[in-house]
Nanobody, 122 residues
């Protein structure tokens, strides 16, 4: 069973930076994508950044328009860790940030972390 554990959230002022981490434990060699999502109070969960991990999508990266140029998704394969570097934070970035992985196993399995709170104060 795969587990995802986020860390790195906290309180930061507008214009500041935070670095989130997602440690992946367990064995699933069919994980095809890893993503960061976020959910603000009263809002639906939304995709922030996407990274392909295997096959033809390996290494591909995509970002939501509202974070392009400010956030960077990356992965340390050796440490099984996914990162999200967030710069020039805005108050609208306040949300719980979730790590997500999708696997081809069993016709598709979604793994979610428990989330980490990011609060940007003005």
């Amino acid at each position: 069973q795969v587990q995802l554990v986020e860390s790195g959230g906290g309180l930061v002022q507008v214009g500041g930076s935070l670095n989130l981490s997602c440690e992946v434990s367990g064995n699933d060699f069919q994980i095809a994508t890893m993503c960061w999502y976020r959910q603000a109070p009263g809002e639906q969960r939304e995709l922030v950044a996407w990274l392909g991990t295997i096959g033809t999508a390996a290494g591909l990266i995509n970002y939501a328009d509202f974070v392009k140029g400010r956030f960077t998704i990356s992965r340390d394969n050796g440490k099984n860790t996914l990162f999200l570097s967030m710069n020039r934070l805005e108050s609208e970035d306040t949300a719980i940030y979730y790590c997500h992985a999708w696997s081809y196993r069993d016709s598709g399995v979604n793994y979610w972390g428990q989330g980490t709170q990011v609060t940007v104060s003005s």
